[in-house]
Nanobody, 121 residues
Framework: QVQVVEFGGGLVQPGGSLRLSCAAS????????MGWYRQATGKQRELVAS???????NYVDSVKGRFTISRDNAKNTVYLQMNSLTPEGTAVYYC???????????????WGQGTQVTVAS
C-alpha cells in the first residue's frame, strides 16, 4: 500500500505565504502525476495544481502567478509554495498521488488526510 502524508498547513495572514509538503511512501514502483486539491467549507473539492513526473505543471486560474508546485522524484515528495494568500484560500488541502505499486501493472490514486490552511487577520 501507499501512505500519503501532508505537512505545512496553518494560520497565515492575508498576503502571507505557506509551503505545503506531501510525502508518499510504501511499496511504490513509480509515481506518476502528483497534485494538490482543496476543499473549502460547503464547496466541492477542486484541483489547485498538478505536476507530471517530467515536471509539467498545471494550475487553476485563481492561483496562477501566486502558487508554485514542484516535486522531488527521489524523495517521492511534492510541494506547493503559496504566496500572496487571500481568505479565499482557506480550505483543507489534500495531496493526491498517482502511483504504481511494486508487482502491479496499473496505477492507482492515493490521497492524504488533508491539512488545514486558514488565511485570516
Amino acid at each position: 500500500q501507499v501512505q500519503v502524508v501532508e505537512f505545512g498547513g496553518g494560520l497565515v495572514q492575508p498576503g502571507g505565504s505557506l509551503r505545503l509538503s506531501c510525502a508518499a511512501s510504501g511499496s511504490i514502483f513509480r509515481i506518476n502525476a502528483m497534485g494538490w486539491y482543496r476543499q473549502a467549507t460547503g464547496k466541492q473539492r477542486e484541483l489547485v495544481a498538478s505536476i507530471t513526473r517530467s515536471g509539467s505543471s498545471n494550475y487553476v486560474d485563481s492561483v496562477k502567478g501566486r502558487f508554485t508546485i514542484s516535486r522531488d522524484n527521489a524523495k517521492n515528495t511534492v510541494y506547493l509554495q503559496m504566496n500572496s494568500l487571500t481568505p479565499e484560500g482557506t480550505a483543507v488541502y489534500y495531496c493526491n498521488v498517482g502511483a504504481t505499486l511494486l508487482g502491479s501493472m496499473r496505477p492507482y490514486s492515493y490521497w492524504g488526510q488533508g491539512t488545514q490552511v486558514t488565511v485570516a487577520s
